[in-house]
């Protein structure tokens, strides 16, 4: 079963007031952080939109929005399941995206934290119904999941979002940047 693994990078990065690709985090961007904890698990990785960074291919963001730049990664047919995860969750790990790829359940649908729509899993099936709820006009990340999984404390930690300056504050704090 191939896996792919998918950086979703093409919003606009407002509430940050940079590209949160290349915040730096611990050392390191946020976007080669999640490319680290992607390369432990995946066959392959994939940009979803953004500046290409002549690593991994990218898939064109078409701009409405983040459910339809996964609906173009279903499109490709590069893998038998995907892994999406955001550019500005900095702390994730492979250990939380196991335990995703490992309760992988419908044939058509995703598998998420309860508390955040990324990290998710979908397997290829799920394009038909993607598909469906884009032309019903759903734009939101959510609606892919069919199943959810309560975060342990540590998973919780590892899908933070990185959106605000604050946010990246918050992470000094905690002894991160």
């Known amino acids: 079963m191939r896996t792919v693994g998918a950086i979703l990078q093409g919003g606009r990065s407002t509430r940050m ?5 290349f915040v730096v985090v611990d050392r390191v961007t946020m976007r080669a952080s999640v ?18 960074d002549g690593i991994d291919p990218v898939v064109a963001d078409p701009g409405d929005g983040p459910l339809l730049a996964v609906l173009e ?5 590069l893998g038998d399941r995907y892994v999406v995860v955001a550019v500005d969750q900095p702390l994730l790990d492979a250990a939380t995206l196991g335990r995703l790829l490992e309760l992988t359940l419908d044939d058509d649908g995703g598998v998420c934290f309860a508390d955040e729509p990324l990290p998710c899993v979908l ?3 799920a394009r038909a119904r993607v598909e469906a709820l884009a032309r019903a006009g759903e734009r939101r990340l959510r609606a892919l999941a069919t199943t959810t999984l309560a975060p342990t ?6 899908i933070v979002n990185v959106n605000t300056a604050a946010d990246l504050a918050r992470l000094a704090g905690a002894g991160h940047v």
């Open 17 to 21: 007031g940079v590209d949160k690709a």
């Open 35 to 52: 490319r680290a904890a992607l390369a432990m698990i995946c066959d392959g990785i994939v940009q979803l939109g953004g500046p290409g």
């Open 73 to 77: 990664l279903l499109r490709t047919g």
């Open 123 to 125: 397997p290829a099936g």
């Open 153 to 158: 404390p540590a998973e919780r930690r590892a």
